[in-house]
């Protein structure tokens, strides 16, 4: 949206600067210290663009560490749509060739869509309505650990909050996944699958995703509002709720820039056992 590009810039530019600004409060501060981050950006959908094929090979000087999937205006289970069923081919092959083993695969909203897709899952039109602004994520045990539980002075808690913009939704987990997250309305919000090297004492995330957006601002979140509002896309009462909801309990939005950014990072640093 012009408006979200003039205040906030491009997608890449959003989601460098939160996970720069992530990064750099995280609590451990050597960590960021450590980190140098890099990131590149492709467009799959206008130009079809991917990573060149040196960057997905272990030990190549450029070879990625993630990958991360983003948001997206486009319908995941659309596959009349050219760049989708390239899209889901080329993740499916990230997330299951034992030579592209090394690199975390990270899903943001559409991007856990088409995760849930090409590992085997689904996406489906939500029967329950839009969820737009800040929501509660109520956490499995699971999700407990991978949301909140190796923070320093963060674990514990039921819920994360996180902001929303979506309808489209996965119904049930893919095969080998672990449930991390849920919302009254919707089953799957969150989830994770281990690297094949994980152990009970060291777990290792190879896949992970959530489907709310920890990168979007209430800044953001309130032009998207304005604009699918206009355009017919929210009807009033969804989009009274969206205003309602964008700020959070104290106007900040969710916790992206905290928590929830910081538990995308351990799961990003993780390293494999003996590593």
Not at 140 to 168: A, S
Not at 261 to 266: E, I, K, T, Y
Request: hydrophobic share 35%; net charge negative.
């Amino acid at each position: 949206l012009p408006a979200v590009v003039a205040e906030s810039g491009t997608y890449l530019d959003i989601f460098t600067r939160w996970l720069k600004s992530a990064l750099a409060s995280y609590p451990d501060s050597g960590v960021a210290q450590n980190t140098d981050v890099v990131v590149d950006g492709y467009d799959v959908v206008d130009k079809h663009e991917y990573p060149p094929e040196s960057t997905l090979r272990a030990g190549s000087p450029n070879s990625y560490d993630v990958v991360m999937l983003t948001g997206s205006k486009h319908t995941a289970h659309d596959f009349a749509n050219p760049f989708i069923p390239p899209l889901i081919e080329f993740v499916r092959h990230v997330g299951t060739s034992p030579d592209t083993r090394h690199i975390k695969l990270v899903g943001i909203c559409f991007g856990h869509q088409i995760i849930s897709i090409a590992m085997g899952g689904e996406c489906v039109r939500g029967e329950n309505g839009w969820e737009i602004g800040v929501y509660g994520n109520e956490l499995t045990r699971e999700g407990r650990y991978w949301w909140t539980g190796d923070v320093e002075g963060q674990g514990g808690g039921e819920k994360i909050f996180v902001e929303q913009m979506h309808r489209d939704h996965v119904p049930s987990l893919p095969p080998g996944f672990t449930l991390l997250g849920r919302t009254p309305r919707y089953p799957v919000h969150s989830m994770v699958k281990l690297h094949p090297s994980s152990t009970p004492t060291q777990p290792v995330a190879q896949i992970l995703t959530i489907q709310g957006h920890p990168e979007f601002t209430p800044s953001v979140v309130s032009h998207i509002v304005d604009a699918r509002s206009a355009m017919g896309i929210f009807d009033d009462a969804a989009t009274k709720e969206a205003r309602r909801r964008l700020g959070g309990k104290d106007g900040s939005g969710g916790e992206g820039y905290g928590r929830v950014g910081w538990a995308v990072w351990r799961m990003m640093l993780g390293n494999e056992p003996g590593q």
